[in-house]
């Protein structure tokens, strides 16, 4: 999707970061900041378009409430943050969206939602439904509850999901950067990278960590990440700041523009690359490794060599070359306990030794996706 045809996006999909909501640590939220992105938002919604907001936030709004400076390291003070600036923050855009006469509503997901099929089919048809009602979804992580293991660890992650999860048209990151650049914003001579073609080409760019307001927990890194998983998914992606925003989706030549692949992966390998975590490795010889990278097979357990981690039939696991570089992930069919007796045997040995329940790939092409 080009500058001049960002406008017909149909379903859009809005992230906007912590410290464009709240400025410094332990600050409360600033009220013109939220005011002027629901004018944006409202005006989406009343060309016609459908409009999903994924809003960070809720840690940052509770920082100044709990009387904390800054956003807090330990997962439980953040959970309790989270608690107390998530009230703050809902109730913050449906004053705003009210202005509009517009219904805002809060979805709180963890990463459970969007991994287990059964989970995402139902936040889908609840995001799907709250659309054709004409309401703005507004989604956050579940800090409240979210563990470390369990948890999308950024809300830039988070929107591109659900960009894929709705099949948005247009996700839009909304930073405290207005762009992505070769260096540093404040380093002499940096320039603006107004289109990115594909995120393989962007090894010259030197890419920073969480911005110097110090309450999110994203950072350029993040939202590299959001475009390889929303171009990935046939998604285009705008990078800017709230004062650009309006422009961007425009047209108009401000922010960056990440344009979708044309080799679009299947849904379930999307969520296996991004949003899946591995319970576990799988170590390949040589010429396994060959085989998965350039014939694209699947694996058998005569091509590995040992197994690392606990894990059940049907966990993601790692796909692991005798150099310890990760070449794979994906579905693995045995427990861990199950997978010694077969290493460096064929499957019809296997069959032959322990039944031909046994008779079968260990992670089949079809459940595998190359890193």
């Known amino acids: 999707m080009k500058r001049d045809q960002l406008t017909t996006a149909k379903r859009v999909v809005i992230k906007v970061g912590s410290s464009t909501l709240t400025g410094s640590a332990g600050s409360a939220l600033d ?47 953040q ?10 923050l809902i109730a913050s855009y449906t004053e705003s969206f009210s202005r509009h006469k517009v219904v805002a509503s809060q979805v709180l997901l963890t990463i459970e939602d969007v991994v287990r099929r059964s989970h995402y089919q139902n936040a889908q048809r609840t995001l799907f439904r709250l659309l054709a009602l004409g309401v703005v979804p507004i989604i956050n992580e579940n800090d409240s509850v ?36 070769d260096a540093p914003p404040s380093q002499a001579g940096a320039k603006r990278v107004a289109e990115v073609d594909s995120i393989k080409n ?7 960590g969480v911005g110097a307001s110090g309450v999110g927990s994203g950072g350029m890194v993040t939202k590299i990440e959001a475009a390889r998983i929303s171009t990935g998914a046939g998604i285009t992606m705008l990078l800017t700041s709230l004062p650009h925003v309006a422009d961007a989706i425009a047209g108009k030549d401000v922010g960056t523009i990440f344009q979708p692949v044309h080799d679009r992966k299947p849904s379930r390998l999307l969520w296996l690359e991004h949003a899946s975590t591995p319970r576990g490795r799988l170590i390949l ?65 296997i069959a032959a030794a322990l039944g031909s329940e046994y008779e079968r790939e260990l992670v089949h092409r079809d459940d595998l996706v190359l890193l």
């Open 31 to 77: 009220n013109s900041a939220v005011n002027s992105l629901v004018d944006l938002l409202a005006g989406l919604h009343a060309q016609g378009k459908e409009v999903v907001l994924v809003s960070s936030g809720a840690i940052a709004a509770g920082l100044a409430p709990l009387g904390l400076s800054s956003r807090p390291k330990d997962l439980a003070t």
């Open 79 to 88: 959970q309790a943050a989270a608690s107390v600036g998530q009230g703050l």
């Open 146 to 181: 979210g563990t470390q293991e369990i948890r999308f660890g950024d809300n830039d992650r988070l929107a591109a999901l659900v960009s894929h999860l709705i099949g948005a048209d247009l996700l839009v990151l909304v930073s405290d950067i207005d762009a992505l650049y």
């Open 202 to 208: 962007l090894t010259d760019v030197e890419v920073g």
């Open 285 to 349: 010889d040589a010429g396994a490794t060959t085989a998965i990278l350039e014939r694209g097979v699947s694996l058998l357990p005569a091509g590995v060599t040992s197994v690392e981690g606990e894990f059940n039939g049907g966990d993601t696991v790692e796909l692991v070359s005798e150099k310890g570089v990760v070449i794979a992930r994906g579905l693995v069919s045995f427990d861990s306990d199950e997978i010694p007796q077969m290493l460096g045997k064929s499957t019809k040995d």
